[in-house]
T-cell receptor, first 112, second 116 residues
Framework: GQQVMQIPQYQHVQEGEDFTTYCNSS?????IQWYKQRPGGHPVFLIQ?????EVKKQKRLTFQFGEAKKNSSLHITATQTTDVGTYFC????????????FGKGTKLSVIP | DTGVSQDPRHKITKRGQNVTFRCDPI?????LYWYRQTLGQGPEFLTY??????LEKSRLLSDRFSAERPKGSFSTLEIQRTEQGDSAMYLC?????WGRGYNEQFFGPGTRLTVL
């Protein structure tokens, strides 16, 4: 079945440093979504990428979808303490399936 | 509050008992999903409803699990003969199924199940 892998599993950064998490799927995806989960909270939708090579920005967050639609990345510029949480990518295989396969997530800690 | 709600928020049960959880999605969202999440893992897909029709189930889902969405609004997830391995957070999510944000999933707070 489809697998989605994320690296790194943990990342500790000094406030103001940049952060990147990478996501790789074992199969080509129809689209990929990114979610953020704060400690003790539930996943919150950040963005969906659909097109090959797509790049989207949300303030300090930049999301990319690979040309082959099998990988994606999330980059945060100048991290803040409010960025703390676990970032998940989740892939949709398409082809009539509505199943969203989540990666294990990257847990971000920001040291003030 | 017009978000996704789940009830109960916590459930402690003994092994072998049956449990049922309820999810109330955002009104007018026709898509509803159930997930299970354990510590250090991402949410694991369990099942998907479009309106009242259950269109997809995880192939890994035990037949002790069953879900319904009888009128296309709220949904229930039942686990029969619970096992300790069923202990997890059970998350419900809904998405509009139409419009620009058709696929954006809104998650509820979850029901934490502990099986003793």
């Amino acid at each position: 079945g489809q697998q989605v892998m994320q690296i790194p599993q943990y990342q500790h950064v000094q406030e103001g440093e940049d952060f990147t998490t990478y996501c790789n799927s074992s199969t080509t995806l129809s689209n990929i979504q990114w979610y953020k989960q704060r400690p003790g909270g539930h996943p919150v939708f950040l963005i969906q990428l659909v097109k090959s090579g797509e790049v989207k920005k949300q303030k300090r967050l930049t999301f990319q979808f690979g040309e082959a639609k099998k990988n994606s990345s999330l980059h945060i510029t100048a991290t803040q303490t409010t960025d703390v949480g676990t970032y998940f990518c989740a892939g949709h295989p398409g082809a009539g399936s509505y199943q969203l396969t989540f990666g294990k997530g990257t847990k971000l800690s920001v040291i003030p | 509050d017009t978000g996704v709600s789940q009830d109960p928020r916590h459930k402690i049960t003994k092994r072998g008992q049956n449990v049922t959880f309820r999810c109330d999605p955002i009104s007018e969202h026709n898509r509803l999903y159930w997930y299970r999440q354990t510590l250090g893992q991402g949410p694991e897909f369990l099942t998907y409803f479009q309106n009242e029709a259950q269109l997809e189930k995880s192939r890994l889902l035990s037949d002790r699990f069953s879900a319904e969405r009888p009128k296309g609004s709220f949904s229930t997830l039942e686990i029969q003969r619970t096992e300790q391995g069923d202990s997890a957070m059970y998350l419900c999510a809904s998405s509009p199924g139409w419009g620009r944000g058709y696929n954006e999933q809104f998650f509820g707070p979850g029901t934490r199940l502990t099986v003793l």
